[in-house]
């Protein structure tokens, strides 16, 4: 950590300042500068709380070297992790994987119909929403635990693990009965209970990033779930919120390659939320992958024009066939064998 | 509802979509222009699900009229809510309403103290956490119910109504033991099933903005606890989240005469949080009033420089007592008597 | 300056950054931390340009504690600046101005009509623009000179000074002629040839926010035009773009009281252009005027609703007069007096 | 154009905007709903301005089915552009181009060496700035004239076609002798004086999207400069600003297929300016290609550690060597064929 003074702080405004970072029960080392002084703190084995600091006469500023996270860092844990959903594996290293179904379950025909569809095509996971968040309370949300358990009919059926969010603590344990995968959707990003609660669980959990989270935050909301000791956690890019409009987010791919240099963690991509645009989903689900996602999570519906949500950004069949066709191609031009087998 | 087509659109197109509306049970209406048809949609009694319609052929994009949000709106419920808290008024034309407190409780002394300071002062209610939302799980996270426990004996000593975060839907009920207004925070504007929780209970909610939440979707979360039956709600500008640095968030004032346009409900301003710097604190308090908010929440710390989190943004007992005469001139100049009589 | 070193940065990185600070001409001093090494750099007189050191093996990354702007800053020069257009004095201690007139000069009816009814109602300028920024080419784009000329008539007729915008480097010249306070818009807030043009000039300047500009690239397009030797420049904010749409723009206000912090310039508020929305320009002006700013600049049209350019936010002439009633009023509160005596 | 009355207009209010709408010389349509009535406008042949509407009493909002661009719009212009640099076709249908060389031309050695180098490795064009927009007056400014004509040398020498910035419309003129394609840099995409002069030129012009442009406005910016006769453009997307810090802005890949919708104009990507981070230019690069960009431009410098300016977003000699072998596959695994014949 590094205090940085104001240009006119006297000498005892310095000698203040280390006085308490020594309360503090670390070192201080003071830098005297042409314009003014920086004190480097030394000695501290976390994030340090810098309140009490901020609050002295002549302190401009703080500057944290370390940060609000370490187990999902890279820094501390070089090995990239591998994620192991139901026998599929998800990390740096093996075969992206597709996960590919409907926004949310309607009913027994339409998520069979889809599982079985999706399966045929090559997909790896079945997802699709049973408890829905909407923004207002007058639309459909989400078939709750009727759904769950068509969600497991299409597992068996298909044979695909399932992938579903969860958006209370209280449903935890019941979320995990029926799902391989348990999703926690941006808008819960930081709802840390029920983060802890997952911790807690032996099932992976898929992260999607807040509409406005930064890196940082993504990274320190992991965080949460593997300090309660369940490290099997998938992050998952959906676009984040901006000024612009034309898109439903702007999917911010770049943080692709930026996330494997600072966590071990896998990263995946949702290009549907994040476009909410049919025509930009199999380019974005493309670029995903070339930019080194670990997979991508796509909606498909049989009838997207009747879907009682999110129809507009979800795939038909005969799109999901395509692009299939293509993630294949690409897969093997990039590389990928069919199976990851784990060095580490 | 309005479906604007594109413009190589052909006949047959316009009549798929009449069609559909038509078995949507609603009326539409198709309007020539000289460079593509729109279709008017009427007979709808609330928000459309325009998937459907989106996906069909020659539809270029659907314009929504109506809003996902009703109970909440002026549009449909002109007279203003007033809000009671523990036999405090809040709401237009009534003298606005300072809730003071720390970020955190942190223990028996200083919560009692600040309580005494702030009622000493003027402050209508106490605010103080003892469930903390923390970006990482590294740093302190609140007392939980030993602070519910100490903020009851500081509320007794003082004779102030407490405000405090609940952030489960697990602990509603053991917050409102407590509580006189429950707050529900920004990472948790749409954490749907603590809306719900907050709608069948009897005591009044604040509920915060989310860090980029529309004031649309804003307006649309308290419509969650409206329709669950508890209208007693106050709405809470805290700052979103911009590209600027220089402050915590950025303080969106504007949206204080905006929303008492678009909705009945009270509107309050932290310009703690929004601000992040304590000499911001206290102009955008003023300002907010000015603006025609109905409260605002100051953080408060007997010795910032120690306390537990958010200490550069509190405000000194010296500082707020002098926030404290400010506003009270304020408010004779702005007309307020000291109490809020309802003629509704 | 501050190096931070990675975790895993070896002996003979640290040694290399030190050697490389030490041939660009300043000294440098490691501090080794618990879990990273960082190097204070010192001995400079300015900012230092990172490339080279951000280039080397080991470097995390690079903190500056100088900014890109000196002359500008409240650190380097404590008094405050009084700009003076015209004989009005706008400046920190001095009774806040207000600039009022229509967004375009449209005919001589329309801005001779227009100047002196807000001359009548108080106003210490008028504003209206000639050349007109424009988002597409098949829009109105002001009158141009013609547009000068009648301002010029306007400006005789009511004895205000006269504020009006310049576009390009190249009109500076002619723009000078004419206007009193040359205005820069946001969408030319870093067009640096401009800048410097109008740091030749011995005109006052009204530098506008850019649309995303931070503070600190604000200060910094100030300090081009101080460092070419005009030093009378009156910042302006005007709005942020944000994801919020509610709004035209998102007025922040907190820069109000953080600018007269950093820096010694005047600041200004435009709540029309902020707001977008006629109804929100009183609120926010009185706002503006609470929070420190030196004045406001207020759109008024004799006639909004056949104005060529931003009616919807225009005052009309009965609005104006109200706001007028209300800003004296609220200045006698605040304690101004109705001149301003420059003690420095 | 659509316009929406408020719940409570009445009658009269639904006629006055009739006849207004009459007035402009339009044909209005009432379309009565259940909750409100919305009013259809027809027979305008271009973007209407709504100000006279807005301010209509009982109007709640106006709704444009029109855009603010009619030449750049692939509605009225279906065939792509092919753009013409010295020789090389971009756009769509052509082998993605790679504009490679460093942000400032510093110096005669470092532009012939970095053009040769990147010929050798495969780029077609060569970018270099002579005229550099920086954040502060404080640091380098670039060589200007003297930088245009190091420019010509390194061209001459290597055949490669130049690309290069120009800030101002005076300079036009100046640049264009020595440019085979004039860039329009971020901060200028709506210096429309700017704009305006280069579409009166005969060379091709490379427009890069505004900071916080959306791709409305940056659609509307080129259309200044096809609306003055010059259609030789070339869309850049450089990423956008947001809140996220990690990245230097935060690329928005998904415009690429969007513009492809929307427009007919080749677009471009650059990487470097987009992350501001060496390690994930190439990825950003190739994920651009496959989501369909005309071309992609790298900052490549013979030592980064030492460019006077954006050193740690430029790859190093033998990085572009690698990316270029990486997008040649890529190229063959896409399809490209190594020339592009212009079939309209």
Same mark, same amino acid.
């Given at each position: 950590?590094?205090?940085v003074?104001n240009? $006119?702080?006297?000498?005892?405004?310095?000698?203040?300042?280390?006085?308490?970072? %020594?309360?503090?029960?670390? @070192?201080?080392?003071?830098?005297p500068?042409?314009?003014? &002084?920086?004190?480097?703190?030394?000695? $501290?084995?976390?994030?340090?709380?810098?309140?009490k600091?901020?609050?002295?006469p002549?302190?401009? @500023?703080?500057?944290?070297v370390?940060?609000?996270?370490?187990?999902?860092s890279?820094?501390?844990?070089?090995?990239? &992790?591998?994620?192991?959903?139901?026998?599929?594996?998800?990390?740096?290293?093996c075969?992206?994987?597709?996960?590919?179904?409907?926004?949310?379950?309607?009913g027994?025909? %339409?998520?069979?119909?889809?599982?079985?569809?999706?399966k045929?095509?090559?997909?790896?996971?079945?997802?699709?929403?049973?408890?829905?968040?909407? &923004?207002?309370?007058?639309? =459909?949300?989400?078939? @709750?635990?009727?759904?769950?358990?068509?969600?497991?009919?299409a597992?068996?059926?298909?044979?695909?693990?399932?992938?579903?969010?969860? !958006?209370?603590?209280?449903?935890v344990g019941?979320?995990?009965?029926?799902?391989?995968?348990?999703?926690?959707?941006?808008?819960?990003m930081?709802?840390?209970?029920?983060?802890?609660?997952?911790g807690?669980?032996?099932?992976?959990?898929? /992260?999607?990033?807040g509409?406005?989270a930064?890196?940082?935050? =993504?990274?320190?909301?992991?965080?949460?779930? /593997?300090?309660?000791g369940n490290? %099997?956690?998938?992050?998952?890019?959906?676009?984040?919120?901006?000024?612009?409009?034309?898109?439903?987010?702007?999917?911010?791919?770049?943080?692709?390659?930026?996330?494997k240099? !600072?966590?071990? !963690?896998p990263? !995946?991509?949702?290009?549907s939320h994040?476009?909410?645009?049919?025509s930009?989903?199999?380019? +974005?689900a493309?670029?995903?992958?070339?930019a080194?996602?670990?997979?991508?999570?796509?909606?498909?519906?049989?009838?997207?024009?009747?879907?009682?949500?999110?129809?507009?950004?979800?795939?038909? =069949?005969?799109?999901?066939?395509? /692009? +299939? $066709?293509?993630?294949?191609?690409?897969?093997?031009? /990039?590389g990928?064998?069919? =199976?990851?087998?784990?060095?580490?």
């Amino acid at each position: 950590m590094l205090i940085v003074m104001n240009h $006119n702080a006297v000498p005892a405004d310095v000698d203040s300042v280390v006085r308490i970072v %020594q309360e503090m029960g670390y @070192r201080a080392e003071p830098i005297p500068g042409s314009e003014r &002084t920086a004190i480097g703190v030394l000695g $501290n084995h976390g994030y340090v709380d810098d309140s009490k600091i901020l609050e002295l006469p002549g302190v401009q @500023r703080v500057i944290h070297v370390s940060k609000p996270y370490k187990l999902v860092s890279r820094d501390f844990h070089p090995e990239d &992790t591998i994620v192991d959903v139901a026998g599929v594996k998800v990390g740096q290293g093996c075969r992206p994987v597709v996960v590919g179904g409907p926004c949310a379950v309607e009913g027994e025909e %339409q998520i069979v119909k889809t599982a079985l569809h999706v399966k045929k095509c090559g997909a790896d996971m079945l997802r699709g929403g049973a408890f829905k968040p909407r &923004t207002g309370p007058h639309t =459909f949300q989400g078939l @709750r635990e009727e759904g769950l358990k068509l969600l497991a009919i299409a597992g068996r059926e298909s044979g695909l693990p399932i992938v579903t969010e969860v !958006m209370s603590p209280d449903n935890v344990g019941l979320v995990a009965e029926y799902a391989d995968l348990l999703q926690v959707g941006a808008r819960n990003m930081q709802n840390f209970d029920l983060l802890r609660e997952l911790g807690k669980i032996r099932k992976p959990v898929l /992260l999607k990033r807040g509409m406005s989270a930064t890196v940082e935050e =993504f990274l320190a909301a992991a965080e949460y779930i /593997l300090a309660e000791g369940n490290e %099997q956690v998938i992050l998952c890019e959906r676009g984040i919120r901006t000024y612009e409009t034309a898109t439903r987010n702007t999917l911010d791919l770049s943080v692709v390659p930026l996330i494997k240099e !600072m966590s071990h !963690m896998p990263i !995946m991509v949702d290009p549907s939320h994040a476009t909410g645009k049919r025509s930009l989903v199999a380019p +974005m689900a493309k670029a995903a992958l070339v930019a080194g996602a670990d997979g991508v999570l796509v909606e498909v519906h049989p009838n997207p024009e009747k879907a009682l949500s999110d129809g507009p950004q979800s795939l038909t =069949f005969a799109g999901f066939d395509q /692009l +299939m $066709n293509e993630i294949g191609l690409l897969n093997t031009f /990039l590389g990928h064998r069919p =199976f990851c087998i784990q060095s580490a």
